[in-house]
């Protein structure tokens, strides 16, 4: 009973992990087909709102695998295109220098042949030589061979003196020496040149084969590289599918984190955690670090909790009142800030003088050095010095504290990435959007702490202060989100 029982564990643990990866391969082509386009849009209508979100925020997670894995095909391809090129330049120049030797061995042979045709000659005419002065030997051994026979009585009568014929015979003896001298040095001569010849046919036999060898390499060589420029050609040809692989999926990646975005809703001051969630979703688009963006906005509005005191009353002067009732003459820029703000509470359906921005800061000027100030009961301004007039203006909106006529250059970019019809600065998706982009602008995108520091001062006009408030709140937000505790500075610094 026991043997059949653990029989069958045996068989189903097998069958098990035979299907596991089926499973798998049927989990992921069904997470390629739910996370396509068409089909989120197609379960937008049908899906309660919590699962269509869960389906997105599972689709981001999919696409952002595929993004990865996308990014480490297109390295791989990338590092194979090099390794091709290398490969094939270097047989390129292998194909060179072989044509270069080929061409040298060539002119080498064809010196070698005119050599060896000029030994032909030489060797001819050598035995030319060498017949004629065999010639002219025989003809005088003939000659010495008649004298030599001629009788003692023939001597006496054919010459008129005895002394004339052994002259005669000693001048024969010694053409004969001489000659068989001459014959020996030609002979000579003429094996001289046939060993010539001999080791000129050699060489150019060797060279010849030289030729012959470095042809075939060259033929290999050249074989070898229309392959691998053939294997570059199918590479560059998979890189540019990773490529648009890589761009549906980024695409396809943006639409579902703007679906996303569109589909969380906060309210206008969120809480620490919202807050971190919207920064999350804001710094996945805009690349920035998202504790940095969070500091930001802490400094500025503590989190969406105070976006300003101050009330616009008067739509000329861009005087108002305090949230206390206090009138104050001077709030926003009336020539270059006025308009604009108007213009934006008009879109967005809001009443200009009951929509809140930041105050005035009291502060008077004179030749660049500054005084303090106070705003009297009927909302006069009076410096601490005579002589010194009123300085800078508020007028700053919703949660990142832009004045109007910074929002207006950044409307169009926070509409493309939040969908939101009319961009809203004290919307918190809008205006944590329109922060990241300004930061990133400013040079936040390099995530370092000097690029950080510089990047804060210039959000607030070139204030080295700020920025190290800044810096202080960001280092207590990512201590929080990596290890999800808060000292109680930090937590002071932020709450």
């Known amino acids: 009973m026991f043997f059949r029982f653990s029989k069958s564990i045996l068989i189903f643990s097998l069958l098990l992990a035979l299907m596991l990866p089926a499973f798998a391969i049927l989990a992921q082509e069904n997470l390629e087909t739910a996370c396509s386009l068409s089909n989120i849009e197609e379960q937008e209508n049908i899906l309660s709102r919590d699962d269509y979100q869960k389906l997105l925020e599972k689709c981001q997670d999919y696409y952002e695998e595929e993004s990865i894995r996308i990014e480490q095909d297109l390295t791989k391809t990338s590092q194979e295109k090099k390794t091709l090129k290398n490969q094939i330049y270097t047989l390129g120049t292998k194909i060179k220098n072989l044509d270069y030797q080929i061409y040298q061995s060539s002119l080498m042979i064809e010196d070698l042949g005119l050599q060896i045709e000029d030994t032909e ?43 004339d014929f052994f002259n005669d015979l000693v001048a024969l003896e010694a053409l ?39 042809s075939i390499q060259k033929i290999e060589n050249a074989n070898t590289k229309k392959e691998q420029e053939g294997l570059l050609e199918m590479t560059e ?3 540019q599918k990773f490529l648009a692989e890589k761009d549906e999926t980024e695409k396809a990646a943006a639409e579902i984190s703007a679906r996303i975005f569109k589909l969380v809703g906060v ?8 807050a971190i969630s919207i920064a999350k979703l804001v710094t996945d688009r805009v690349k920035i670090r998202p504790a940095f963006l969070l500091a930001i906005i802490s400094q500025e509005s503590a989190l969406g909790r105070n976006v300003g005191q101050c009330y616009i009353t008067n739509e000329i002067t861009g005087g108002g009142i305090y949230k206390s009732g206090k009138p104050v003459d001077r709030i926003i820029h009336y020539t270059r800030d006025l308009p604009i703000f108007l213009e934006i509470t008009k879109k967005l359906g809001m009443d200009s003088a009951k929509t809140p921005v930041s105050c005035w800061i009291p502060n008077c000027i ?28 508020g007028g700053a909106m919703g949660p990142a504290q832009f004045i109007p006529s910074t929002w207006a250059l950044f409307e169009d970019r926070v509409k493309a990435h939040t969908g939101s019809e009319i961009p809203n600065p004290w919307n918190i998706k809008d205006a944590f959007t329109a922060s990241a982009l300004y930061l990133y602008d400013l040079g936040a ?20 202060s700020y920025a ?11 201590a929080f989100m990596d290890n999800g505790t808060m000292s109680s ?6 709450f």
């Open 366 to 393: 004179r030749n660049s050095s500054f005084c303090g100030a106070s705003v009297d009961s009927s909302g006069k301004i009076n410096c601490y010095k005579s002589g010194y007039v009123p300085f800078g203006f």
């Open 237 to 239: 040809a998979e890189y």
């Open 489 to 494: 500075y930090c937590n002071g610094l932020i």
């Open 121 to 163: 000659t030489s060797i001819d005419k050598t035995s030319s030589e060498i017949e004629d002065s065999r010639d002219k030997l025989a003809n005088i051994l003939r000659t010495i061979h008649r004298e030599d026979q001629k009788s003692i009585v023939e001597v006496f009568f054919a010459e008129e003196e005895l002394s």
């Open 445 to 464: 995108s390099a995530q370092t702490r000097t690029k950080e520091a510089n990047a804060a001062s210039r959000y607030y006009g070139g204030s080295s």
């Open 176 to 214: 004969n020496i001489e000659s068989k001298e001459l014959l020996e040095n030609v002979k000579d001569l003429k094996y001289y040149l046939e060993n010539q010849k001999t080791c000129l046919d050699g060489e150019k036999l060797g060279l010849e084969k030289t030729v012959a060898i470095n």
């Open 267 to 274: 309210p206008d001051a969120p809480t620490f955690g919202e």
């Open 468 to 478: 190290r408030q800044v810096a202080n709140r960001a280092d207590c937000i990512q």
